[in-house]
């Protein structure tokens, strides 16, 4: 049984940044393409990035691009994300996901997810 686990969430003032991380065990991920998600209250989940098992290729909302970099260690088997210049409507729970196989982004058959980790900016 493959878990997710997130970690890093928090509340920071807007501009700053947060390093989310999570961590996969259970089996290797290392062939899985990987993402994040985030859902703010009363809105539906929405994906925020992604990255290919090789890392390879990335994917960005375009709301985060610039800001956000999302990248993987298939030898630790864990994805990072890591999250500037924050803006108080990113306040959301944000979700690991891992999907194989691969079809395109945003992932769209995610297999696992994590629990989430609540990221709060304050104005």
């Known amino acids: 049984q493959v878990q997710l686990v997130e970690s890093g969430g928090g509340s920071v003032q807007a501009g700053g940044s947060l390093r989310l991380s999570c961590a996969a065990s259970?089996?290797?991920?290392?062939?899985?393409?990987m993402g994040w998600f985030r859902q703010a209250p009363g809105k539906e989940r929405e994906f925020v990035a992604g990255?290919?098992?090789?890392?390879?290729?990335?994917y960005y909302a375009d709301s985060v691009k610039g800001r956000f970099t999302i990248s993987r260690d298939n030898t630790k088997n864990t994805l990072t994300l890591q999250m500037n210049s924050l803006k108080p409507e990113e306040s959301a729970v944000y979700y690991c996901?891992?999907?194989?196989?691969?079809?395109?982004?945003?992932?769209?058959?995610?297999?696992?997810w994590g629990q989430g980790t609540q990221v709060t900016v304050s104005s």
């Open positions: 259970g089996r290797s991920l290392s062939s899985y393409a």
């Open positions: 990255i290919l098992w090789s890392a390879s290729s990335t």
């Open positions: 996901a891992a999907e194989f196989p691969f079809s395109r982004f945003p992932l769209r058959n995610v297999d696992y």
